[in-house]
């Protein structure tokens, strides 16, 4: 799997790009997690599957670059479970428009990264459960 983080520099502070999952997507819908996620085709690179996803999810494109990776499982109500090694891949916001597709994500927001581990610490049930592991990666890659 590969989570995206799209960011930008916003009053000396990195913002992050969420999407809000759609309501029926077939598990964590209506949950906010990082810009888009995904998984890459037979012939994909986990670059090019990502670069594919933010467009068919969020309607731009941005270069990504992979920062890292992690192991999560988790279980979800409708009895699935995935365990999965997910790649973080992270890319800055040019001076592209959101225009995301609602099959996939029914609202985005910007938040600060220092306020959304917050928001997470006090409000798990509103995250997807790889996120948090997900943003500890992202804010380890290099500035």
Known sequence: AFSVFIYRRHQDQIEILLQKRADKKYHCGGLW???CCGH???EETTIEAGERRLHEE???LAKLTE??????IAPFDNG???NE???V???ELGDSTINMNPEEASDYRWIAATELQK???LKPERFTPWLDKALAVFLQRPA
């Open 33 to 35: 997690t990082n810009t």
């Open 40 to 42: 890459p085709r037979p």
């Open 58 to 60: 969020m309607g731009f």
């Open 67 to 72: 920062v890292g990776m992690f192991h999560y």
């Open 80 to 82: 699935l479970t995935e």
């Open 85 to 87: 090694i997910d790649h």
């Open 89 to 91: 891949l992270a890319g």
């Open 119 to 121: 928001e997470i610490t």
